[in-house]
């Protein structure tokens, strides 16, 4: 379709075109609920080759080069950065919102569909090269994050658990 045009038009469309998806999917990813981005669905469960989230830091040394990369906190938005709090109900969203900002950017890579069907070989290899680079990384960071979170929550619930038990078993001594 696009293959008898001259480039810098082909170029200038592709760009239009993946700037409309991105927003697109942007604008369905933030009006979905929470629940649609549970993370015990399939997309989201952890890969036998993640080795628990070892895959991330070992191979891919994530933990060296994530924070290098910005961060899109909208109008009312759930902050990645760090930590505010260690309850389970906050640690609950944050894992949540790690599924929600890993879907958007798999939707993202998705747009290479269209940009192989479009152009010519070698510009849709360096487009979707390009396209790819911008959303697999934050893909993947929300995968490793994921993992560190989750280990975090199951550590604070078996202590909860643990606190409880002897709070029940203090409570059987004293009767």
């Avoid at 700037?19 to 993370?39: E, K």
């Avoid at 990645?80 to 929600?100: A, N």
């Avoid at 090269?129 to 993947?140: M, V």
């Avoid at 960071?141 to 550590?155: G, W």
Wanted: aromatic content about 12%; overall charge positive.
């Amino acid at each position: 379709m696009l293959r008898d045009q001259p480039i810098l038009n082909v170029f200038l469309l592709d760009v239009l075109l993946c700037a409309v998806w991105h927003y697109g999917t942007f604008y369905i990813c933030i009006t979905l609920p929470g629940s649609f981005f549970d993370p015990a669905k399939k997309m989201y469960l952890p890969h036998a080759w993640e080795h628990n989230g070892r895959f991330y830091s070992d191979v891919l040394k994530i933990n060296r080069w994530k924070d290098l990369l910005p961060q899109h906190i909208g109008k009312d938005g759930f902050s990645k950065d760090h930590l505010d709090d260690v309850s389970l109900d906050y640690l609950d969203e944050f894992i949540m919102e790690t599924c929600r900002a890993e879907w958007n950017h798999t939707a993202n890579c998705l747009f290479a569909v269209v940009l192989i069907a479009l152009n010519g070989l070698s510009m849709a290899l360096v487009l979707t090269f390009l396209l790819l680079l911008g959303n697999l990384p934050f893909a993947l960071i929300q995968r490793y994050n994921r993992f560190r979170l989750q280990r975090l929550r199951n550590a604070i619930k078996r202590k909860m658990d643990r606190a409880a038990r002897k709070r029940a078993a203090s409570a059987e001594c004293e009767q």
